[in-house]
C-alpha cells in the first residue's frame, strides 16, 4: 500500500520502520529532515512538505504531539486536505482532543475524504517490537482500508465504531487510569521506603498478588528504583494528556477530582524542573514530599 507517514519522533519513527518492513510503500515528513535519514536508506521517499505525503497515498498516517501541531498542519493553509485525493484515509494516530478529532472528521467528510482516528497504547519500545495496542474509531471503510496497517503496528486493535472521537475519548481516560495509576504507586512505595521496608520487594509481591498487570509490572520496579530515565513519554506531555482528559470530562459534566489531585502533583514536578523526566518522575514528587531522596 502506498502511506504517507508525517512525524518521526519516538513513537513515530519506529512505526514508520515497521510498516515499511512489512512491504508498505512510505513517503515520509518530519520538520527534521534527518529524522527521516534511516527510513531513507531503507527505501522510504521523503518529502518537502506535508502536502507532499499526499499524493498516490491510500492512507496518510499523521503522528504528532499534540492539536497545535496537528491543527496547523491542516489549517494554517489547507494544502493538506486539499492535497488528499477524494477516498483517501487521514489516519490521526496522534492523542489529541475530542473536539479536534470531530472538527477533523467533518472537514474531511466535507472534502470527500476519511477520516480515522486510531491512538496507540504502548512506549517506544512496544512501538518498535510491534505490540502496541491500538484504538479505532471511523467510517467502516476507512478502518478496512487501514487495517493492514494495524495488523503490522499492534498486537490488538479495538474498533469501537463509526463515531472518530469516541477513540479519542477512550485514549484520554484510559491516560487518566495510567497516571493514577503511577501517582498511586508513587506513593505507595514512599510508604514502603519510609516505613522501612525494601521498596522493590513490596513491588513484587503486589504486582504478583492484587495487582497482576502488565502495567504494573512495567511501571512498579522503575518507580521502586527511582528509574526517570531514559525518558519515553515526558512528564510534560503528561500535563498535557491528563488536560485532555480534563476537557472532555468538562464538557460532558464529569467530575474529576482524583484528576485534578494529578495535575497539581505534575504542576509540582515541572514546578521543579522535571518536566523532561519521564512520566514515572511523577513518583519523585511523592517521594520528595515524604522527605526521602528521589
Not at 139 to 153: A, H, N, V, W
Not at 243 to 269: N, Y
Amino acid at each position: 500500500m502506498n502511506v504517507g507517514f508525517i512525524g518521526l519522533g519516538k513513537m513515530g519513527l519506529p512505526m514508520a520502520a515497521n510498516l515499511l518492513a512489512a512491504g508498505h510503500r512510505l513517503t515520509v515528513y518530519n520538520r527534521t529532515k534527518s529524522r527521516a535519514n534511516e527510513l531513507v536508506a531503507r527505501g522510504a521517499k521523503t518529502a518537502d512538505a506535508p502536502e507532499e505525503c499526499c499524493g498516490d497515498s491510500s492512507v496518510v498516517v499523521t503522528m504528532l504531539s499534540d492539536d497545535h501541531a496537528l491543527e496547523e498542519l491542516l489549517f494554517s493553509n489547507n494544502k493538506f486536505v486539499d492535497g488528499l485525493s477524494p477516498k483517501t484515509v487521514h489516519l490521526s494516530m496522534s492523542t489529541i482532543s475530542a473536539a479536534l478529532s470531530e472538527k477533523l472528521a467533518q472537514v474531511h467528510s466535507k472534502a470527500g475524504q476519511i477520516y480515522v482516528a486510531a491512538p496507540v497504547f504502548g512506549r517506544p519500545e512496544a512501538a518498535v517490537s510491534r505490540k502496541l495496542l491500538i484504538v479505532a474509531a471511523g467510517p467502516k471503510d476507512g478502518i478496512e482500508r487501514c487495517s493492514p496497517l494495524f495488523e503490522t503496528l499492534a498486537r490488538k486493535t479495538f474498533v469501537v465504531g463509526p463515531t472518530a472521537a469516541h477513540a479519542n475519548l477512550v485514549k484520554v481516560g484510559s491516560n487518566f487510569l495510567l497516571f493514577s495509576m503511577i501517582e498511586s504507586l508513587g506513593e505507595a512505595v514512599a510508604f514502603a521506603r519510609k516505613t522501612g521496608l525494601d521498596p522493590n520487594e513490596f513491588v513484587k509481591i503486589i504486582t504478583e498478588t492484587v495487582f497482576d498487570s502488565g502495567a504494573y509490572r512495567v511501571f512498579g520496579p522503575m518507580i521502586a528504583q527511582a528509574k526517570y530515565e531514559p525518558v519515553a513519554f515526558p512528564l510534560s506531555m503528561v500535563l498535557k494528556d491528563l488536560g485532555l482528559a480534563l476537557l472532555a470530562a468538562e464538557h460532558a459534566a464529569v467530575p474529576m477530582p482524583f484528576a485534578k489531585v494529578i495535575r497539581d502533583q505534575l504542576s509540582t514536578a515541572i514546578a521543579r524542573g522535571y518536566q523532561n523526566l519521564d512520566e514515572t518522575a511523577l513518583a519523585r514528587v511523592a517521594a520528595e514530599n515524604s522527605g526521602l531522596t528521589s
